[in-house]
């Protein structure tokens, strides 16, 4: 069993920035690949961005590619989503996610490609 929890969510207004954390129980870390995903009001959860289980390749939805970075730090069990210039279509509830079984060299960016989910972070940008 794997626990994940974040942590970061707040409220800012646009153009800021804020950074999730997502902290991973277990030994085991640096074998699982890692994903963030988000959920707005009234719509279905969507893929935001993937790692790899060394962090060497990364992946973004489009609409966040050259704002958000995905990174790890297998030492802390803990993988982030740095977010820079927030808009207010970024307000969500931002989930992590961890494949536990998972290739070196896999990107992973559909939901049903993972098998731990935290509970969530909700991430408010004002206009």
């Known amino acids: 069993q794997v626990q994940l929890v974040e942590s970061g969510g707040g409220l800012v207004q646009t153009g800021d920035s804020l950074r999730l954390s997502c902290a991973a129980s277990g030994s085991a870390f640096s074998t699982y690949a890692m994903g963030w995903f988000r959920q707005a009001p009234g719509k279905e959860r969507e893929f935001v961005a993937c790692i790899t289980r060394s962090g060497s390749r990364t992946y973004y939805e489009g609409s966040v590619k050259g704002r958000f970075t995905i990174s790890r730090d297998n030492a802390k069990n803990t993988v982030y989503l740095q977010m820079n210039s927030l808009k207010p279509e970024d307000t969500a509830v931002y989930y992590c996610?961890?494949?536990?079984?998972?290739?070196?060299?896999?990107?992973?960016?559909?939901?049903?490609?993972?098998?731990?989910w935290g509970q969530g972070t909700q991430a408010t940008v004002s206009s």
């Open positions: 996610a961890a494949r536990t079984i998972a290739t070196m060299a896999s990107l992973y960016i559909t939901d049903s490609q993972y098998n731990y």
